[in-house]
């Protein structure tokens, strides 16, 4: 291992560790109020909309994000919407994410049973407090660990952004493995930044899981 | 209407090329999936025993594969392995060997998920009727794990197929790949092919997964 | 007889073309303690919930002190708060300490002060025996002490009738006894309730009337010895004997 190497092209690692966190928050953020937006309207069946988010739903879960990315990127300005990569990612992410977001939510709407709701209303509230009390506090409760398990995986997802020319850490390193052949020190440094950006959020993860299934309110 | 490119793909052998792409990662899934069930399972069955180091070890297996994106473990084995061992893999034999890295850690997870959710009662009233330990499994616990694992093993298989669109990124040429060289190669006479031939691969793409995922909705909802 | 507080007239329920609830009758006076009575599937939480303005109805009225509280009519949120109803699966909310989950409702949507409904709060869960629990999660309580809270939280909001729907029928057999006397204590104190039951030792101690529901609708009505001893309809018999070892032969 070349520790000269790796302390040289450490800012360069920074750099792009930076920016992909920071598109990847961005387009994580899009992606939670999509997802909101379409479990509300799934959870009070709004007519019309609830068919268009279930086809969305179904388009966004079964195409990979890479086919998305290269769609917008490259497909786009052929018909006048030219958007710079770091558009085209947190559009992508937002796109991607807003259905895994929305399923997130939605089950935990679901999972709150119908006569909690009526036990709310026979205590005289009406839908809002009912909703504001009662169901939202829980249903959020419920989907902490699916939600947890999202950003983990758009996160990682975010790893295809150099496929638009987006100088991200897969990026860096090929570029790096092209330009000077130093394989083994380029891929440690990507393993190494990739591990600063995941771990803490899977540890987060696992600690809000355990607290949710074994423990849940009043421990 | 102005001209969006999809007629490239009338021209010559092009539509075919294109699915000969989705041939290529789709056999890298295929393969990829059939190795890696078998293995899920037993690296799964490995992780509900009672040996604590047998569970360690099956766990930090399963925590690496799985925090690392995809692609980066496709960069350490297509690149590393050559730096490192010196071995030239292609990159469709360095995807197979990912896809099935990771395939076996989420396989696993599935399938250790299933085992730990039948209830104790399952076992003891088996035990209670007299049933031995292999029949306790064959005939009450396998059969109710086979039920909840086979709709989350099918969804497996259609991210495993999404995934296999990252391949592109380590030389295969798969059906990005393709579309790329025809876009190319008509540039002048098509120059909006990217819009046409991309959608037709966002498309097929979803063509392939929709109906997987369908099916494991269904048995899902049938077996609940 | 005292004022009419609730009165049921030619009530009918359908669900998915079945008659659940096929012309029901019942005035509860104030201060009252009816108790209804019948098999599995008669109709009886139907009734409750239909009182409670949970289930739309299909023909007949429902009236509260002479107005209207059918599901779906006009200011049924104000009036519903007059009714409180304690459910066999309890219903806290989860999320809320004891003390919250009586509070919420007061505070939230009849904007009573905080303090002055903690107050009485804390007062009932005394009465209660509970009130070393009012910091305390909904699971970390036995089945017995959620249905005690459950009977506080609806009493909290001040309702002029309480509904029981089979409030021990998942308890363990050593919890039911702490959920009925304080129930006991209600009836004496004057309260006017409904109340679904198969505890029939219960119902004829607590009971002022004693109502025998069975397919939809209302077999008979009398005092609980009256019942309880002589049976007039067959139907009534019937039930009745489920509940005695007395016919079994050896």
Not at chain 1, 138 to 149: E, Y
Not at chain 1, 163 to 172: G, Y
Not at chain 1, 190 to 199: A, N, T
Not at chain 3, 72 to 78: A, L, R
């Amino acid at each position: 291992m070349n520790w000269e190497f790796i302390g040289k092209y450490l800012p360069l690692y920074e750099r792009a560790a930076v920016l992909t966190v920071k598109i990847g928050l961005i387009g994580i953020a899009f992606a939670i109020l999509v997802g909101l937006l379409c479990a509300a309207i799934q959870y009070y069946k709004v007519p019309v909309a609830r068919q268009i988010v279930a086809v969305y739903v179904e388009i966004s879960r079964n195409t990979p994000l890479l086919v998305q990315l290269f769609f917008i990127y490259y497909g786009f300005p052929k018909i006048g919407i030219r958007l710079t990569p770091e558009v085209c990612g947190v559009i992508g992410l937002a796109f991607l994410g807003g259905s895994y977001m929305a399923e997130a939510f939605r089950s935990g709407l679901e999972s709150i049973e119908p006569i909690q709701k009526e036990s709310a209303i026979s205590l005289g509230m009406n839908h809002r407090q009912t909703f504001q009390y009662v169901i939202l506090p829980q249903a959020i409760s419920v989907s902490v660990p699916a939600f947890v398990a999202n950003v983990i995986f758009l996160l990682k997802e975010t790893s295809v952004f150099s496929a638009i020319s987006l100088m991200d850490l897969m990026f860096t390193a090929k570029d790096l493995i092209g330009l000077y052949y130093k394989t083994t020190e380029s891929l440690f440094l990507l393993v190494v930044f990739y591990l600063i950006i995941l771990l803490p959020v899977s540890i987060l993860g696992t600690l809000l899981e355990r607290r949710v299934r074994y423990a849940g309110f009043g421990d | 209407m102005p001209d969006l490119g999809i007629d490239v793909l009338f021209k010559g052998t092009n539509m075919l090329r294109l699915l000969g792409g989705l041939w290529v990662a789709a056999r890298i899934s295929l393969i990829s999936i059939v190795i890696s069930m078998p293995l899920g399972i037993l690296v799964g069955a490995l992780m509900t025993m009672k040996n604590k180091i047998v569970r360690a070890i099956c766990r930090i297996y399963l925590e690496i594969i799985r925090i690392m994106p995809q692609l980066v473990l496709l960069f350490i084995v297509y690149f590393g392995t050559t730096r490192a061992m010196g071995w030239n893999l292609s990159g469709e034999v360095a995807s197979v060997i990912v896809f099935t890295l990771w395939g076996t850690a989420e396989m696993a997870d599935l399938v250790r998920g299933a085992l730990i959710s039948i209830p104790k009662h399952q076992y003891e009233s088996a035990e209670a009727l007299g049933l031995t330990k292999v029949q306790t499994y064959i005939y009450i616990i396998i059969p109710q794990t086979v039920r909840r694992l086979i709709p989350l093993s099918i969804n497996l298989i259609t991210r495993m197929i999404k995934t296999t669109s990252l391949v592109l990124m380590i030389g295969v040429v798969e059906m990005l790949k393709v579309a790329q060289q025809i876009i190319e190669a008509n540039r002048m006479t098509s120059p909006n092919a990217a819009f046409g031939v991309f959608l037709v691969v966002f498309l097929l793409y979803f063509l392939v997964c929709w109906p997987i995922s369908m099916l494991a909705k269904y048995l899902e909802k049938k077996w609940r | 007889m005292a004022d009419t507080l609730l009165k049921v007239e030619n009530l009918v329920k359908e669900y998915d073309g079945q008659r659940i609830l096929d012309g029901i009758d019942l005035t509860l006076a104030q201060g009252e303690v009816v108790v209804v009575v019948g098999p599995s599937g008669c109709g009886k939480s139907t009734l409750l919930r239909c009182i409670n303005a949970l289930e739309p109805v299909q023909e007949g009225s429902i009236s509260l002190h002479g107005k209207d509280i059918r599901k779906g009519s006009k200011n049924i949120t104000e009036m519903r708060q007059k009714i409180g109803m304690v459910f066999q699966s309890y219903e806290l909310f989860p999320h809320l300490t004891v003390l919250d989950n009586i509070t919420l409702s007061p505070v939230k949507v009849q904007k009573r002060k905080k303090d002055e409904v903690k107050a009485e709060a804390m007062e009932l869960l005394q009465r209660v025996g509970l009130a070393d629990k009012a910091g305390s999660y909904p699971r970390q309580l036995s089945g017995g002490q959620k249905q005690r809270v459950a009977i506080v939280r609806a009493l909290c909001m001040h309702p002029e009738i309480l509904l029981f729907d089979e409030v021990t029928a998942a308890l363990d057999p050593e919890m039911v006894r702490e959920v009925l006397d304080v129930m006991l204590d209600l009836a004496k104190q004057g309260k006017t309730m409904i109340i679904v039951t198969h505890e029939m030792q219960f119902a004829k101690a607590v009971a002022d009337r004693v109502i025998f529901m069975d397919q939809g609708q209302i077999v008979e009505e009398a005092k609980p010895e009256e019942f309880f001893e002589h049976p007039k309809t067959e139907r009534a018999k019937q039930f009745l004997n489920v509940f005695t070892f007395e016919h079994v032969e050896k």
